[in-house]
């Protein structure tokens, strides 16, 4: 079984980018293949050198995912248009096209949208 997870908010503002991380995270755990494609503000989850205070750090919960065995991709538009490349996002993160999120969800089982 395979799950696309499509993150479309930052971080930080809102809980949706924290419970698609929990989703994952939970996915991952139960042997669920997961890819994660992240579309709009939501790349801004994959930013390096985050460092909240006084809430959950989510690139900890990316990370975790990615060494679970998440496939994360990042929106390359969506990054040019707010001013971030590739060197500004966390290892294991790769920059994709919205033909990336096709194939994505042509391989799912099931898609959800935080």
Same mark, same amino acid.
């Given at each position: 079984?395979?799950?696309?997870?499509?993150? +479309? +908010? @930052?971080?930080?503002?809102?809980?949706? @980018?924290?419970? =698609?991380?929990?989703?994952?995270? =939970?996915?991952?755990?139960?042997?669920?293949?997961?890819?994660?494609?992240?579309?709009?503000?939501?790349?801004?989850?994959?930013?390096?050198?985050?460092n909240p205070s006084e809430v959950p750090n989510y690139l900890e919960y990316l990370k975790n995912c990615i060494e679970s065995g998440a496939v994360v991709k990042a929106c390359?538009?969506?990054?040019? @248009?707010?001013?971030?490349?590739?060197?500004?996002?966390?290892?294991?993160?790769?920059?994709? +096209?919205?033909?990336?999120?096709?194939?994505?969800?042509?391989?799912?089982?099931?898609?959800? +949208?935080?």
């Amino acid at each position: 079984m395979k799950f696309t997870v499509i993150v +479309t +908010t @930052a971080p930080y503002g809102h809980e949706r @980018a924290y419970s =698609a991380l929990r989703f994952a995270l =939970a996915s991952l755990l139960e042997g669920i293949d997961v890819n994660i494609f992240l579309i709009e503000d939501g790349v801004y989850l994959a930013k390096k050198f985050q460092n909240p205070s006084e809430v959950p750090n989510y690139l900890e919960y990316l990370k975790n995912c990615i060494e679970s065995g998440a496939v994360v991709k990042a929106c390359g538009p969506c990054c040019r @248009a707010r001013g971030l490349r590739e060197e500004d996002l966390i290892e294991g993160v790769n920059l994709g +096209t919205i033909h990336d999120l096709v194939e994505f969800v042509k391989e799912s089982d099931k898609v959800i +949208t935080f």
